[in-house]
């Protein structure tokens, strides 16, 4: 009933998106996306909601969706709790350490993975140490890191845009004194690739055993492919790995903040005193009914990946190579810098990704809903020429 539910609703949101579509490819589109970027940059205020609203957001890797209808419902039910401290949480910890087979002090909440990373880096980089990790990768966990007087060791990808397992072992080695934790995104933002299961075995098998390997597994749940596999089952063999997960994406939580770490109890103990203890009532009751609703989380799934390989083959039929994703979007290879192209696709009522050096003429574009798939197409094909049809790279 809870999936018949979010579907309705779901053609609910699709049908008033499309019609937000139609009027932002209207001729004053652009026009009003310029107004809306010069009041921002002279006020330092955010895009109002009605013209958020209207955007189709493709820059955050996030579930157009939101939450199901199960997840509303259980977040509905726990607003009585809005203005007590000791409210009762849903049991959303010993929920995850049911969901993965791990004990409930191996887990750890934090607001969305993101604070998770934030401290590890608090935690494992004192004294100067240092992150090990692809490059690029998740770039704001580097930035965290310098900011608080850390380093980083980038080890660029390969020519395929795979991570290069033998190279972090051998910058992870050559820099044993010094490293914090080594970080392996899989799949990688901002590429989509992933690193097979027997790749992070290697890796692990390679690497001293008390150096911490942080596995970012964020986009988990939209990978296909048998090679891939959770790293979680290290956490039981008692290796030093921390495996982080959120609910901003499958789940459609990204604006409620809720994330957390599984680790051994050892390496969360020393995490834990630094965590903000900021998770609210409402989210961790949706989270629990979020880990339950599979079915949710499958119809998600199969319609973005079904988006995905619809967009990517249009735009590989149109001249323009992309590289393979097994995350919820992907990367364009267009040939120009990207940074000004970003502006251009905001004028057209689109929102796309940041830069991320090196790989500055590759645009990252999230998977939205159809109609928004549909608009980046075409503001697509209005800013870029037709080339001769290619495949990947």
């Known amino acids: 009933m809870d999936v018949l539910k979010a579907v309705s609703r779901r053609r609910f949101v699709g049908g008033v998106t499309g019609a937000l579509g139609y009027l932002s490819l209207r001729p004053g589109a652009e026009l009003w996306a310029q107004a809306v970027d010069a009041t921002a940059a002279a006020t330092g205020r955010q895009t109002p909601v009605d013209g958020y609203d209207a955007l189709a957001k493709l820059a955050n890797n996030e579930n157009p969706y939101g939450p199901p209808e199960s997840v509303m419902q259980a977040m509905t039910r726990a607003f009585k709790y809005a203005n007590r401290y000791g409210y009762p949480d849903g049991g959303i910890v010993a929920e995850i350490a049911k969901h993965h087979g791990v004990k409930p002090e191996q887990i750890m909440l934090g607001a969305g ?4 990373l934030n401290v590890a880096c608090t935690t494992f980089l004192q004294d100067g140490r240092k992150i090990v990790g692809s490059d690029p ?171 995905r390989t619809r967009t990517t083959a249009e735009l590989e039929s149109f001249g323009y190579s992309v590289i393979p994703s097994d995350a919820n979007f992907f990367m364009v290879h267009i040939g120009r810098p990207v940074a000004p192209v970003i502006q251009e696709f905001r004028k057209k009522g689109v929102l796309v990704g940041r830069p991320f050096p090196p790989m500055l003429e590759h645009l990252r574009v999230s998977i939205g809903t159809a109609d928004e798939m549909r608009r980046f197409m075409t503001a697509f094909k209005e800013i870029f020429p037709a080339r001769t049809a290619t495949k990947n790279g």
């Open 113 to 116: 993975s993101g604070e998770i």
């Open 137 to 307: 990768s998740y770039t704001i966990l580097y930035n965290h890191a310098t900011g608080i007087k850390g380093g980083v060791v980038k080890v660029p990808l390969l020519e395929d845009y795979r991570q290069d397992i033998q190279a972090l072992v051998k910058a992870t080695t050559a820099n044993y004194r010094d490293v914090g934790f080594l970080y392996l995104c899989s799949p990688n933002n901002p590429t989509g690739r992933i690193v097979t299961q027997e790749e992070v075995r290697q890796l692990l098998d390679g690497i001293p055993e008390d150096v911490p390997v942080l596995i970012d597994e964020a986009y988990h749940h939209f990978v296909d492919d048998p090679a891939y596999a959770t790293s979680v089952p290290y956490v039981l063999e008692g290796r030093q790995v921390i495996v982080t997960r959120t609910f901003s994406k499958i789940s459609g939580l990204a604006g409620m903040r809720l994330g957390y770490a599984v680790a051994p109890r050892g390496l969360i103990e020393r995490m834990r005193p630094y965590t903000t203890g900021s998770i609210n009532a409402v989210v961790k009751w949706g989270g629990v009914a979020a880990l339950k609703d599979t079915a949710s989380q499958d119809w998600v799934k199969r319609v973005t990946l079904d988006l």
